[in-house]
């Protein structure tokens, strides 16, 4: 059975900062690309970031030079590390994981929310 696990959610003042950790088993975790989404009330969930099995990563322009992306394939775990958060950034936060040449994540959390207030 494959399980995506988040943590570290809460809530923070504009300005602070939290660590996401998604734990991730029942597959090869190093065989995959891994991606945290956001969804905000009212709207679509989007993609955050993205790191790929061979440590690739890509970020959403409204985070880039604030959250982090990385892996632990050690600890089957992927984090968020999220600076300078702001009131926007408020949403319920979504690991995915994706086999290396799919076009679609296949695996997905439950989510866990993030509340910055101003």
């Known amino acids: 059975q494959v399980q995506l696990v988040e943590s570290g959610g809460g809530l923070v003042q504009t300005g602070g900062s939290l660590r996401l950790s998604c734990v991730v088993s029942g597959i090869i975790f190093r065989h995959n690309d891994m991606g945290w989404y956001r969804q905000a009330p009212g709207k679509q969930r989007e993609l955050v970031a993205a790191?790929?099995?061979?440590?690739?990563?890509n970020y959403a322009d409204f985070v880039k030079g604030r959250f982090t992306i990385s892996r632990d394939n050690a600890k089957n775990t992927v984090y968020l590390q999220m600076n300078s958060l702001k009131p926007e950034d408020t949403a319920v936060y979504y690991c995915?994981?994706?086999?290396?040449?799919?076009?679609?994540?296949?695996?997905w959390g439950q989510g866990t929310q993030v509340t910055v207030s101003s």
């Open positions: 790191i790929t099995s061979g440590r690739n990563t």
């Open positions: 995915a994981a994706r086999r290396v040449g799919s076009l679609r994540y296949d695996y």
